[in-house]
């Protein structure tokens, strides 16, 4: 497998992780169930790190798939710029959840309060990577890039 293969493999992990933990997050805010707000919680830590091999193959599978045939240098860099932002907010978003946890873990009278600001990071986050992740199928998916043609007729 070259990095292509492994960066596809991991890319939709820190997606659907920031929008898990954000769900978890929000179940357990609005029905103050402490458990599923630390499910939350951890689900936002946990998909910090299985984003990083994402981060980490990119740059690879990008020299593999760069000269390919209708392979854009601008969609692989918008791709590019669009997945750091949206994993560097992720980060930000599980510092915020470790912080939620070790607040709730000593009982702070804030936690709840760090935890729906960690919430609108997952939300953040979850957009800004699911775009990335749009972007990143537009290099060899020109289906799905803007302009392609639909039907007239469904």
Request: net charge positive.
């Amino acid at each position: 497998m070259n990095q292509a293969h492994w960066h596809l493999l991991f890319n939709h992990a820190p997606i659907f992780g920031a929008l898990a933990g954000g769900l978890l997050l929000a179940a357990g805010l609005g029905q103050r169930q402490v458990a599923v707000l630390r499910a939350g919680l951890w689900a936002l830590v946990l998909a910090v790190g299985v984003g990083l091999p994402a981060q980490l193959t990119g740059a690879g599978a990008a020299l593999v798939i760069k000269d390919m045939p209708r392979v854009s240098q601008a969609l692989i860099q918008n791709h590019a710029h669009a997945a750091r932002l949206g994993y560097w907010v992720l980060v930000a978003t599980g510092t915020l959840a470790l912080l939620s946890l070790a607040m709730l873990q000593q009982g702070a009278p804030r936690a709840r309060q760090l935890a729906w600001a960690t919430l609108l990071g997952a939300a953040l986050s979850f957009g800004l990577l699911a775009r990335a992740g749009n972007l990143g199928g537009q290099i060899s998916h020109p289906e799905i890039r803007a302009g392609f043609g639909t039907p007239d007729e469904l």
